[in-house]
């Protein structure tokens, strides 16, 4: 089970919002000041994820929740994703070239495929994103932000 730390924006009728932020590595390699993926990733937009969730429980904003996910969805969802264009563009480039016998008809197939490729995986990751085998799950839930209080006397 994949497991990642989210924090409830809101709750209502036992729909949670959720807002998760991608973590990556470059904040554990030495190598930073010469590396372009950091550059990169300080550049680009901060991956911040926000989901609804089921939960039986109410739970109050500012609280933090362990979700999990199967390994078995993940990888098949990147299968979906990768596999799916890359055999659409070979697919539709070995049609092309045996039809027309042409390289420019091979690329034109290749272009042609790997765009179907990109659809036929986005419709069907639609379809298949219901299935509860790919929706995350609730693990664990931390204590609400208020529910511990320190008081000192000074």
């Given amino acids: 089970m994949m497991r990642e730390w989210a924090t409830v924006v809101a709750w209502h009728d036992g729909i949670a919002t959720l807002h998760t932020e991608a973590k990556t590595t470059c904040n554990s390699c030495s190598a930073r000041k010469g590396c372009g993926s950091a550059m990169l990733n300080k550049l680009g937009p901060k991956n911040a994820h926000v989901m609804q969730i089921n939960s039986e429980k109410p739970l109050s904003p500012g609280q933090r929740i362990e979700i999990g996910i199967r390994e078995s969805s993940l990888l098949s969802s990147a299968l979906l994703v990768y596999m799916t264009p890359l055999v659409g563009l070979f697919a539709v480039a ?53 529910a511990l209080r320190v008081e000192s006397k000074v």
């Fill in 94 to 146: 070995g049609l092309f070239q045996m039809l027309f016998d042409s390289d420019l008809a091979a690329a034109t197939g290749a272009l042609l495929g790997g765009v179907a490729g990109f659809i036929v995986a986005k419709g069907l990751s639609l379809r298949l994103g219901h299935r509860e085998a790919f929706q995350p799950v609730i693990l664990s839930i931390a204590l609400p932000p208020d």
